[in-house]
């Protein structure tokens, strides 16, 4: 009975201690790219399209990288949605076309934040 009590306990600690830690990598990770995102957008408003393109492309770029790491605990389709939308914002940019590329801003902005709320380490999403 005491072994079985043991057991249990250092496993809720290693399942607390494994969602704390990619809760943290994942909220750190979406203010890296929703901050990057925000320079993308400030080109945007100014028209600045070689600046917002140069940024979205690195933008893109970055997270092709990064993105197969992150679905190891994020759900595929969520960041398969952030890839899209950032590749639409990417070509969007290049043919200078400002209702399309707020479009996907909007969506970028949108799916990031998903990733890190649907994902949060919370009662509801434990259970």
Do not use: P
């Amino acid at each position: 009975m005491r072994r079985s009590v043991t057991v249990a306990a250092v496993i809720l600690v290693l399942v607390l201690a494994v969602g704390g830690g990619c809760e943290w990598a994942n909220g750190r990770l979406v203010r890296k790219y929703q901050l990057q995102l925000l320079r993308v957008g400030s080109a945007l408003a100014e028209e600045h399209w070689q600046a917002a393109r140069r940024s979205a492309e690195q933008l893109s770029a970055d997270w092709e990288r990064e993105s197969a790491v992150v679905q190891l605990w994020v759900n595929h389709g969520d960041t398969d949605a952030v890839t899209h939308a950032l590749r639409g914002l990417v070509s969007a940019i290049a043919l200078r076309d400002s209702l399309s590329a707020l479009l996907f801003y909007g969506d970028c902005m949108e799916n990031f934040a998903h990733l890190h709320h649907r994902d949060a380490f919370t009662l509801k999403n434990i259970l």
